[in-house]
Structure formats: structure tokens, C-alpha cells
């Protein structure tokens, strides 16, 4: 039987490899792209070794799993960064603002506004990213590429939550070339944004296990990588 730890380290270098030699390829420097280890469905024995390969940026999609894994890896003493990477109901803000360092899938602006008020309160606030659904598939959360430049002007005003950057998912199922037009996409809407609200906006989340290095080629800051990590372990 492989052992769990070498497993896990093995995806780890190999992932963490194929985004260095994929920033290199698009010129950038390998520094440029920080990966998320989305750890969803998995149990923190698998989590565990990833943190101690020096993974302390950790991405859950549904809140209450973020909390109980949040509070089960509390003790450690690494200083964990969690990512929301799912949907976030506003029921649910509240308590997940303060564990989380960064919000991808901030999808309208009522949430965008509800975090904004809770950010007064906190003394780290958590940054933000905006979701756009760039491949027009029905099911996916986030605002249409034109509704988020009219409501460009509402979305800066909301100036006490740090908002970084914008975040997108590919259509499901396709592959690195099919997901590039949905990144190239996402690269182009901040362009348009920034020229209309003057925001940074320094970080795009974009790219997972099957097409992070399109991502990366395509201007990706964050790329969120699940199922290559877990590789030739049973599913959770
Ligand atoms: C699950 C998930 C990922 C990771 O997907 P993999 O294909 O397992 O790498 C990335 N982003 C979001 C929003 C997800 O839900």
C-alpha cells in the first residue's frame, strides 16, 4: 500500500511543478500564481500532510465544511488560509467572514453589500473576489459579464471590504483549450472594470485540476486545484 504522505507530497510537487513550468511558458514568473488546495469532501488526515508540505493556502466550497475543518485544524501551528471557493449564502456571511482570507465566489451585490457592512466590525476583514460566469452555462453562479459592468459604480462604493480581483469556473467537462476563451474572458472584463471604477484588481481566480495551465497562460493569480492533488487515493 502507498503511503498517504507520499502520495499527497508527490501530487503536491507535481502540481506545484506543472504551474511553474506553465507561468514560464507565459513569460511570468512562477511566484506570480499561488495555489489553492481545495480540500473539499476530503478528511483533514488528508489535509494534514499537504499543511506540512507548506500548503497553508486551503479552498472549501460550503461554508459549514469550512468551519468544522477550520476548528478541527485550529491547533495547529501553521497560520492556515482558507478560501471560500463556493457559494455563499448571505444566512451564512456572518460567521464565515472572519476564518476566511479571501472570498472567491462573491456573486451579487447584495452579498458584496453584506459583507461590506460585517467588514467594519472585523479587524481583518477578508478580501474579495467578484464572480463572473463566463461560459454562460445556466447553472453557474455569478454575474453575467454585462450586469457587472452596470453595477460597476454600486460595487466600488462598497469600499471597506478589499475587493482583489475576479474569479470564474470553465464549463464542466472541458478541456484546457476549451476553457481558454472563458479565461481570456475573464481577463478582458477586468480590464473593462478597472477603466470604469479605477480598482487594481490584481488577482484572477481561474483554473482547476483540468485546466489550470491554460489558466495560468491566460493570466490566472489563483488556481484552485482539487481532484490532481487526491490523485490514486480512494474518493472520499
Ligand atoms: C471543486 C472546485 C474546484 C476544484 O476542482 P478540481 O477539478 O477538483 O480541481 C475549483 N473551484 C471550484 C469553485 C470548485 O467547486
Do not use: Y
Request: hydrophobic share 40%.
Amino acid at each position: 500500500m502507498i503511503d498517504l504522505h507520499d502520495r499527497l507530497r508527490a501530487n503536491l510537487d507535481g502540481v506545484r511543478s506543472r504551474i511553474a513550468e506553465a507561468a514560464r511558458r507565459a513569460g511570468r514568473e512562477p511566484g506570480e500564481v499561488r495555489l489553492v488546495a481545495v480540500t473539499k469532501k476530503n478528511p483533514v488526515e488528508r489535509i494534514r500532510p499537504l499543511i506540512e508540505a507548506g500548503q497553508l493556502d486551503l479552498g472549501e466550497n460550503f461554508p459549514q465544511e469550512l468551519w468544522r475543518k477550520a476548528e478541527e485544524l485550529s491547533g495547529r501551528p501553521e497560520r492556515i488560509r482558507w478560501h471560500l471557493i463556493g457559494h455563499l449564502q448571505t444566512n451564512k456571511a456572518r460567521r464565515t467572514a472572519p476564518l476566511v482570507r479571501l472570498i472567491h465566489s462573491v456573486d451579487s451585490l447584495k452579498l458584496l453589500r453584506l459583507l461590506d457592512d460585517l467588514a467594519a466590525d472585523l479587524p481583518e476583514p477578508p478580501a474579495v473576489c467578484l464572480q463572473a460566469n463566463c461560459s454562460g452555462e445556466q447553472a453557474k453562479h455569478g454575474w453575467a459579464p454585462g450586469a457587472l459592468l452596470e453595477e460597476a459604480e454600486a460595487i466600488a462604493s462598497c469600499s471597506r471590504i478589499p475587493i482583489v480581483g475576479l474569479m470564474t469556473m470553465a464549463g464542466f467537462g472541458t478541456t484546457d483549450e476549451e476553457a481558454r476563451p472563458a479565461f481570456a474572458l475573464l481577463r478582458d472584463l477586468r480590464e473593462r472594470l478597472r477603466a470604469r471604477t479605477g480598482m487594481a484588481l490584481p488577482e484572477l481566480s481561474m483554473g482547476m485540476s483540468g485546466d489550470f495551465e491554460a489558466a495560468i497562460e491566460e493570466g490566472a493569480t489563483l488556481v484552485r486545484v482539487g481532484s490532481a492533488l487526491f490523485e490514486g487515493l480512494d474518493s472520499p
